[in-house]
């Protein structure tokens, strides 16, 4: 009998797409907090249009920031830098709307006997699998690999037509062993000058895609959409509004993985919805990275103003060589898993999160994340030993 083709897809976003901006400037403002009050509380949203960044959000600090040029800096980074985008760092307007944060909220936070409570109730999902060298998976990678491509190409000139704005999306054929073996399907989108598109198409296909990705997944049947409308002139936020916390499936794990619905750009690390996710992928990929499971999804979940989770959940997919009750136990034996716990292990009051603003906050061998750490392997590799 003939078997079934299984296909899986997987998206990302240039450091250009308006829900990025969004997100970049959220942790910008968290960093540039955080540098001079680590015990900052901070919650820190941002919608973008055209000519306009709004910044809301409840923040207690001891420090000042000059929110507005906080903005600014970052959005000439990115690269909206010209008039003609509808988005210029020097020309837009920045209207601020920071309270602090709700006493009700910060008596569960802060507690009186000095310890740390959940910044709210949640679940939280941590994944890893050995697809890729960086324990993700390889959709999501590829696609990742894809748009930094893209920024790079804009960045350096080799393709001096680009701007800021783009997206990318890969679909991978996976074989009987779950396995990915070819690429169904590209698909990138690229802002760009009014030109040629067919020209367009060959520099972005030979620049980009070929580049990136390896030459034994893509054969005859591959499928490849290169500006599929035809014209991506207009964009950036001009063209879409952005809102911070709109791309939480491109910050994790593709889709590949469940999600607890939590954003994590602009909120401090006594937010689980952050520190908690972080802590649940660390956990996920030690268990995968001791050959114990070749792939594990953790869940965390916590009530607000509890200083510990109410449940942890290992799900390995039948994939692993112990029990993943075995899995738990060992989890709650070795590791601290509060909100104060986590940040203590992580070190996570320090101004670290810009740069996870883009290009997913899981698998970034670029970045020293200390969530990436295998400092677990050995405790995880005595169970089948």
């Known amino acids: 009998m003939e078997m079934k083709k299984r296909l899986f897809t997987s998206e990302s976003v240039t450091m250009g797409h308006p829900d990025k901006v969004c997100d970049r400037i959220s942790d910008a403002i968290l960093d540039a907090i955080l540098k001079d009050d680590p015990d900052a509380l901070v919650a820190c949203e941002v919608l973008v249009t055209t000519g306009l960044v709004l910044v809301a959000g409840e923040i207690d600090t001891e420090t000042y920031v000059?929110?507005?040029?906080v903005v600014r800096d970052t959005v000439t980074k990115i690269g909206y830098t010209r008039g003609k985008f509808g988005f210029d760092a020097d020309n837009l307007a920045v209207?601020?709307?920071?309270?602090?944060?709700?006493?009700?909220?910060?008596?569960?936070?802060?507690?009186?006997?000095?310890?740390?409570?959940?910044?709210?109730?949640?679940?939280?999902?941590?994944?890893?699998?050995?697809?890729?060298?960086?324990y993700m998976p390889l959709t999501l990678e590829l696609a990742h690999q894809l748009v930094r491509r893209i920024d790079e190409a804009r960045r350096t000139k080799i393709l001096p037509f680009l701007r800021p704005d783009g997206k990318a999306q890969v679909t991978l054929e996976y074989d009987q062993n779950n396995l990915p073996f070819r690429c169904e399907a590209i698909v990138v989108s690229v802002q760009h000058q009014d030109m040629d598109i067919t020209e367009l198409r060959e520099q972005v296909e030979?620049?980009?895609?070929?580049?990136?990705?390896?030459?034994?997944?893509?054969?005859?049947?591959?499928?490849?959409?290169?500006?599929?409308?035809?014209?991506?002139?207009?964009?950036?936020?001009?063209?879409?509004t952005g809102l911070t916390g709109r791309k939480v499936i491109v910050d994790t794990y593709g889709g590949y993985a469940r999600h607890g619905g939590g954003a994590f750009s602009g909120k401090d690390p006594s937010k689980v919805d952050r520190s908690a996710s972080y802590m649940a992928r660390y956990l996920a990929?030690?268990?995968?990275?001791?050959?114990?499971?070749?792939?594990?999804?953790?869940?965390?979940?916590?009530?607000?103003?509890?200083?510990?989770?109410?449940?942890?959940?290992v799900e390995t997919f039948n994939s692993a060589r112990v029990s993943e009750e075995q899995l738990v136990e060992t989890i709650y034996q070795h590791v601290d898993l509060s909100p104060q716990g986590i940040i203590d292990r992580f070190e996570l009051k320090r101004p670290i999160y810009e740069k996870t603003s883009?290009?997913?906050?899981?698998?970034?061998?670029?970045?020293?994340?200390?969530w990436e750490?295998?400092?677990?392997?050995?405790?995880?590799?005595?169970l089948i030993k």
């Open 66 to 69: 000059d929110i507005e040029q």
């Open 95 to 134: 209207l601020t709307a920071i309270h602090e944060q709700s006493p009700d909220i910060k008596m569960g936070v802060l507690k009186k006997d000095g310890s740390l409570g959940a910044g709210d109730q949640g679940i939280m999902f941590g994944f890893a699998c050995d697809e890729t060298a960086n």
């Open 206 to 240: 030979k620049a980009v895609i070929r580049k990136v990705i390896p030459a034994n997944l893509i054969d005859e049947k591959t499928k490849i959409f290169i500006n599929p409308t035809g014209k991506f002139v207009i964009g950036g936020p001009r063209a879409d």
């Open 285 to 313: 990929k030690n268990i995968v990275a001791s050959k114990i499971a070749s792939s594990c999804e953790v869940q965390l979940a916590y009530v607000i103003g509890v200083d510990y989770p109410v449940s942890i959940s």
């Open 358 to 370: 883009f290009y997913g906050h899981m698998g970034r061998e670029d970045l020293n994340l200390p």
């Open 373 to 382: 750490k295998l400092d677990l392997v050995d405790i995880f590799a005595k």
